[in-house]
T-cell receptor, first 112, second 112 residues
Framework: KQEVTQIPAALSVPEGENLVLNCSFTDSAIYNLQWFRQDPGKGLTSLLLIQSSQREQTSGRLNASLDKSSGRSTLYIAASQPGDSATYLCAMRDANAGKSTFGDGTTLTVKP | EADIYQTPRYLVIGTGKKITLECSQTMGHDKMYWYQQDPGMELHLIHYSYGVNSTEKGDLSSESTVSRIRTEHFPLTLESARPSHTSQYLC???????????FGEGSRLTVL
């Protein structure tokens, strides 16, 4: 069974700092990996999608990388802002079952 | 931006009532999903559909049922709600090809 782990579970940083969130998965037969943001009591907002053939994707201050051989993905947030405070989840879609498995998330707090 | 809508956003009902949570998407996606998420906890897949008249149970056992009579509509029904059903229910749909997953805002259900 696919397992997705996110470290750290919580992170608090001062405004302006660059930071990295980690996501690891156990099955290398990956179809794609997607990063989401979730605000309290809300649904998930898609941030970045990396296909298995890609190594990274960028959107504004966000950059996500994928290393299939090591079973890892990272989400890099540059120049963090208080508005970035949220829970960030990664989801791995495996090539076989076609369903996505979610990590537990990293709760980020950016202090002004 | 994804066009996937859930109603109601919040629902408080008594034990034994029948409830239906609505989910609609205007993107023509074949694949749709229902996830259950308790506060601060991970997402669990409870139902999914790969097209009209196709429904499957997810990884987490649920007493709810779903139907898929039209492509754009994927309602979830609880015949007799119980306090243990109190949770947030998130609906999602997936694009063809690249397979990006989009979520609705969620329906927060409280059963007294």
């Amino acid at each position: 069974k696919q397992e997705v782990t996110q470290i750290p579970a919580a992170l608090s940083v001062p405004e302006g700092e660059n930071l990295v969130l980690n996501c690891s998965f156990t099955d290398s037969a990956i179809y794609n990996l997607q990063w989401f943001r979730q605000d309290p009591g809300k649904g998930l907002t898609s941030l970045l999608l990396i296909q298995s053939s890609q190594r990274e994707q960028t959107s504004g201050r966000l950059n996500a990388s994928l290393d299939k051989s090591s079973g890892r993905s990272t989400l890099y947030i540059a120049a963090s802002q208080p508005g970035d405070s949220a829970t960030y989840l990664c989801a791995m879609r495996d090539a076989n079952a076609g369903k996505s498995t979610f990590g537990d998330g990293t709760t980020l707090t950016v202090k002004p | 931006e994804a066009d996937i809508y859930q109603t109601p956003r919040y629902l408080v009902i008594g034990t034994g009532k029948k409830i239906t949570l609505e989910c609609s998407q205007t993107m023509g996606h074949d694949k749709m999903y229902w996830y259950q998420q308790d506060p601060g906890m991970e997402l669990h897949l409870i139902h999914y559909s790969y097209g009209v008249n196709s429904t499957e149970k997810g990884d987490l056992s649920s007493e709810s049922t779903v139907s898929r009579i039209r492509t754009e509509h994927f309602p979830l029904t609880l015949e007799s709600a119980r306090p243990s059903h109190t949770s947030q229910y998130l609906c999602a749909s997936r694009t063809g090809g690249g397979g990006e997953l989009f979520f609705g805002e969620g329906s927060r259900l409280t059963v007294l």
